[in-house]
């Protein structure tokens, strides 16, 4: 071969354009992530709402500036978020058994129900949609996966959805919360 790429029918194909293929992804995870969060946006919570429940599903019950390093925001934002929440009834106070100057938050039952909702609603509503999907476009999305996990996990390597704080007990989010999906 003379080193100029082959054109024409049986060629490969040439490599899609990163910057092209980076602003054609962004729009759809944005959107994917918007629609993941509308059961948690019909129980009237927002993101940062959504992921305090979240932390403390996984880790419950909570000193407030535990929850705030949990989730990567300050104390006081914190504390108001908390007051929102036993204000509706999803999470509640009471005193901390080794320091009584100090409060535990923890989820409520109708916390947990709503949460529980939330995950089992938008897991539904996804799932339903990949099922849509035709056999070979499915398992290219599902081999997509580790690649769109590895890409995020690059992007924000401090982000620790409330499933993974579990498993990395004192490590600190170090994000503000504008991500929102379902925790």
């Known amino acids: 071969m003379n080193g100029q790429p082959r054109v024409g029918p049986g060629a490969p194909a ?31 919570l927002t993101p940062s709402r959504l992921t305090a429940l979240g932390v403390l599903s996984a880790h419950g019950p909570l000193r407030i500036g535990d929850l705030a390093r949990g989730m990567g925001i300050g104390k006081p934002s914190a504390s108001r978020l908390v007051d929102i929440l036993v204000a509706a009834g999803l999470v509640g106070r009471r005193p901390d058994p080794h320091d009584q100057r100090a409060s535990l938050i923890a989820l409520t039952p109708a916390g947990t129900a709503v949460l529980d909702s939330i995950r089992r609603d938008s897991l539904q509503a996804l799932a339903s949609l990949v099922a849509e999907l035709p056999d070979d476009r499915r398992a290219v999305l599902a081999d997509a996966v580790p690649l769109l996990d590895s890409l995020a996990r690059r992007l924000a390597p401090d982000y620790l959805p409330a499933h993974e704080l579990a498993t990395h007990p004192g490590r600190r989010s170090g994000r503000r919360r504008t991500e929102g999906t379902p925790s």
């Open 14 to 44: 040439p490599p899609p354009d990163r910057d092209e293929t980076a602003a054609r992804l962004r729009p759809a995870v944005v959107r994917l992530a918007h629609g993941l969060r509308a059961p948690a946006e019909r129980h009237g």
